[in-house]
């Protein structure tokens, strides 16, 4: 498991073999974004998503005071991966706010899920989120492009999703459910200058 600091007090951390202990917080997150029953199938099929071949998921914590001895190693350790031990203590002392569901083949990246929890949203959870996934297919996969599907009523997404260097690749009537259109969106991870430029920001 990596983990790394980003603004805001916030931490973003990866797995391809996620969840376990946070898994009630990640489907409250996704019910609430999504505005699906938290019922069992729901959960048992987002369980199922992620451990499908190739699926990240990067998740946004909370570290609540005070930091024990452990999560301060953990907060400060640049250069290994944190034991199992630390991350245990990590766990039990960080609220999961916000999290990103991903899938990379060889060349594409297709982000499949993007939620932050709704009273901790507009703090730039989900900029953090992407930026991570970004650098992730870019640098350990060597993706050469990331597509997503955004309602196309979600202004706040998509002004992020534009200034992350993603543009519009298609229109999907009915995506999400009757009436509820979807635009296909691509970013051109190689050559877009607007993808690097994102990345860079503070």
């Not at 203590?89 to 960080?94: C, K, M, P, T």
């Not at 009523?153 to 543009?167: E, I, M, P, T, V």
Request: charged share 15%; proline share 5%.
């Amino acid at each position: 498991m990596l983990l790394q600091l980003v603004q805001c007090a916030y931490h973003i951390a990866q797995s391809a073999v996620p969840f376990c202990s946070w898994s009630t917080e990640l489907r409250n997150i996704m019910s609430n974004t999504f505005c699906v029953p938290m019922c069992t199938c729901v959960g048992a099929l987002f369980e199922q998503e992620l451990q499908k071949r190739n699926t990240y998921l990067l998740y946004a914590c909370l570290p609540e005071p005070p930091p024990s001895p452990q999560h301060q190693l953990l907060h400060n350790n640049s250069i290994g991966l944190p034991t199992h031990a630390e991350v245990q203590s990590a766990q039990q002392l960080q609220k999961v706010v916000g999290y990103l569901v991903m899938q990379v083949n060889s060349i594409t990246a297709h982000i499949n899920k993007v939620a932050v929890a709704p009273n901790h949203r507009r703090k730039g959870i989900g900029k953090a989120l992407l930026k991570a996934a970004l650098r992730l297919s870019m640098t350990d996969r060597r993706a050469l492009c990331a597509t997503l599907h955004v309602d196309t009523y979600n202004a706040a997404a998509l002004a992020l999703y534009s200034k992350a260097g993603f543009q519009q690749d298609g229109h999907i009537c009915d995506y999400y459910g009757p009436g509820k259109d979807a635009y296909k969106l691509l970013a051109d991870l190689q050559e877009s200058t607007m993808v690097a430029a994102f990345l860079a920001q503070q």
